[in-house]
């Protein structure tokens, strides 16, 4: 049994999605999360840029006495996670593979599309993932960052979000597609403007799902899960105005206690 926390990062309040399903399937686990707004939006950056906020953040977390860290960021995924792995002493997990493998295990997976940050879609991390995984899969893959604001500026549920949306999605009502993958962590809190403009016929894929299982995965395999009885600790911190991730949490995590509070994490 190890009763270190798991660390996650996000580029802002978008891996909430993640830490969502992480204390709905890990809920013994203690989790520091830092949400890095004061950098945002890591879609608009370069990779060099986003490799080095993820990593030092990924130090910054190791304060912390973290057993494992996941990028709950499509984005910083792209861009950093094989040199976190390799800068890091823990395990380090991202999300574009776990999402990719979900789509593909899909019954009808014949064509794929992936709405990403324009970061993420110009990186071309989801084609080449599903591709190395199944040649023969068309993937259709459209930058939506307008998407990624709305949910920061907790936005969901509005007129609003479902216009950006619709907007944003009408490549796939010329160019259907039979699952879409939410290949940023913001999207899967608009999956109901999603369904409502596609139809209920296209399976959304949320990658956090299947990270939560990777990570599972590795923690027992490595006897590292915490077996307590009691519900971990959930501690969260802001690079920027801790309001705006405080109001996602109480949203998105209702009814879970946490801590939030400002940490100043360099940008190069």
Not at 91 to 101: D, L, Y
Not at 157 to 166: H, L, M, S
């Amino acid at each position: 049994m190890d009763q270190r926390p798991i660390g996650v990062m996000d580029s802002g309040i978008g891996g909430l999605s993640v830490v969502r399903v992480l204390r709905d399937h890990l809920p013994h686990e203690a989790i520091v999360f830092v949400g890095d707004q004061g950098h945002f939006p890591y879609g608009l950056r370069t990779q060099a840029d986003v490799c080095q906020l993820a990593l030092n953040i990924g130090k910054y977390l190791l304060t912390h006495d973290i057993k494992m860290m996941i990028i709950a960021c499509n984005t910083a995924t792209a861009a950093s996670l094989p040199t976190l792995q390799k800068e890091l002493p823990i395990p380090v997990i991202g999300v574009i593979k776990p999402g990719a493998e979900a789509a593909l295990a899909e019954p009808h997976h014949e064509r794929v599309g992936v709405i990403a940050t324009e970061s993420t879609t110009k990186a071309g991390a989801y084609p080449k993932t599903i591709h190395e995984l199944d040649p023969n899969v068309t993937v259709i893959s459209k930058a939506a960052q307008p998407m990624v604001a709305v949910v920061q500026h907790n936005e969901v549920g509005t007129a609003k979000a479902q216009t950006v949306v619709d907007q944003e999605l009408a490549i796939f009502k010329e160019k259907p597609v039979q699952v879409l993958i939410l290949g940023c962590t913001h999207f899967p809190f608009l999956s109901r403007e999603i369904t409502n403009f596609l139809g209920s016929n296209v399976t959304l894929v949320d990658p956090a799902l299947e990270t939560v299982k990777t990570a599972a995965e590795m923690l027992q395999t490595t006897d590292s899960l915490n077996n307590n009885t009691t519900k971990g600790t959930l501690t969260l911190y802001s690079t920027a105005d801790n309001a705006e991730l405080v109001q996602g949490a109480e949203k998105w995590l209702a009814g879970d206690q946490f801590t939030c509070n400002h940490v100043d994490i360099p940008g190069d």
